[in-house]
């Protein structure tokens, strides 16, 4: 767990963290998965940055920075803090900033830590060399007293650190799950082996002494797993981040969330999806006040929420499928049944976005987990699914994607309920947008037939409302 609370106090004015008058938001997302060393490269950082993102924007944080893999090295990671902590950041400035890649326990240089270690994050850059002394040295990581010394320099009060990595384990870091999560049955720790006693290499050092004072009035952090914990990536994202995206999805109907509350739902999500030894509890530290502080989630009740955004953009990136049997409106209750013109042998995936900006794969599901289908007309539900698809709350403009592609896709094994007993999950977005990398660089959305195609689209938008009478937001 990343620890930054470690300078002698002194009295600050504590702002609110929910998005106060005229400040500035500054977000930077780190992910790093792609390292120099193949040994330790690890899976679905990609679709961590994307969820992150995604999180980012709920949270108010428009427009992050973003360092993914080789962008991410010790100088490009430290610039880029001392940018969104420092130099940009004004005193009522909210600044968020996000990690996922690996972690390491090293040897505590200043004698600020209990356990003589202090925490690193090893950028995508890092190297252990041999010191020509028997010995070892680290390069290329970042350690927690370099972050902390940022934040006590930070003008910023409202400053947010996700950190999904794990600063210890086993040397084999290859880990066979006891059962599914996000799909996968086999997943990597995020934490590299390094020599507790290896010797660091500073170059490029942020400042040579701290500020004196204290950062933990001005920060939250959200880590991962504890000290002597392993946070887990798999190839469809990494189970704390996904944990955070349920927290975000549960309390959109509110309307607000705090720190706490994301830390909370992260854990009982990692918690009913991992088993034995393989459970992690997120942790939460920093300031006792922004740990309960209401953060406003952005509106989504009209449309162009990040998941909203993000599956348009992959509907418009596709040449066109054509849905029909789609009203323009809906009452509480009233099914929906929907065709789609196959227009030839494929995987198909049907996804909702709803009001609150939240996803439902309508297609495949629990009764029809087989989502590879025949050229010609599909009606959904299929009469393998023993349930009807109804409208109902929270009411607003929603949208149905249809996705038909040829090679096999399945959002429904990367689902973030893919253990759960409910019929209808929630996909990992991720996926879908590579999808229209696989295709010819047109934006048409016109439904003719294109043969260097190999996946197709059509996104339809229609409104559900409490009733015939009432308004539908």
Known sequence: MLNLARFVAVPLMLAAFGSPALAADRALIIGIGNYSSPDARLPGIDKDVAQASDIANRLGFANPVVL?????????????????????????????????????????????????????????????????????????????????????????????????????????????????????????????????????????????????????????????????????????????????????????????????????????YVHSRLSGNQRFTPQIQGSAQLRQQGIRLTSTSNGGGPNWRRVEEVARGLPGLAITNVKDRYVEGEPLEIEIDVRESGYLNVINVGPDDATTLLFPNAFNPDNRVEAGKLRLPTPQMKFNLTAQAPFGKSMILAILTRKPVNLAQSATDANSSAALNSPALGTITSLSSDVSSSRSFAATPRSDASAWAAKIETLVCRSAAEPCQ
């Open 68 to 268: 993914v893999d080789q962008q991410a090295t010790r100088r490009g990671i430290l610039t880029a803090l001392k940018a969104a902590l420092i130099e940009n950041a004004g005193a009522s400035d909210r600044v968020f900033i996000y990690f996922s890649g690996h972690g390491a326990p090293v040897f505590d240089l200043n004698g600020d830590e209990t356990d003589s270690q202090d925490e690193a994050l090893l950028a995508a850059d890092f190297q252990i060399l041999a010191d020509g002394q028997g010995g070892t040295q680290l390069r290329g990581a970042v350690i927690d007293d370099e972050i902390g010394d940022l934040i006590t320099k930070s003008p910023s009060r409202n400053i947010m650190l996700v950190i999904d990595a794990c600063h210890s384990g086993t040397v084999d870091r290859s880990i066979r799950l006891g059962r599914p999560l996000l799909g996968e049955s086999q997943a990597v720790a995020k934490y590299f082996p390094v020599a507790k006693d290896a010797k660091l290499d500073r170059s490029f050092v942020v400042s040579e002494n701290g500020s004196g004072n204290d950062a933990s009035d001005r920060y939250v952090a959200l880590n991962a797993a504890g000290d002597h914990e392993q946070a887990i990536a798999t190839p469809n994202g990494s189970a704390f981040t996904v944990g955070l995206a349920q927290a975000i999805k549960e309390k959109s109907a509110s309307g607000t969330v705090t720190p706490a509350e994301m830390v909370s739902i992260a854990s009982d």
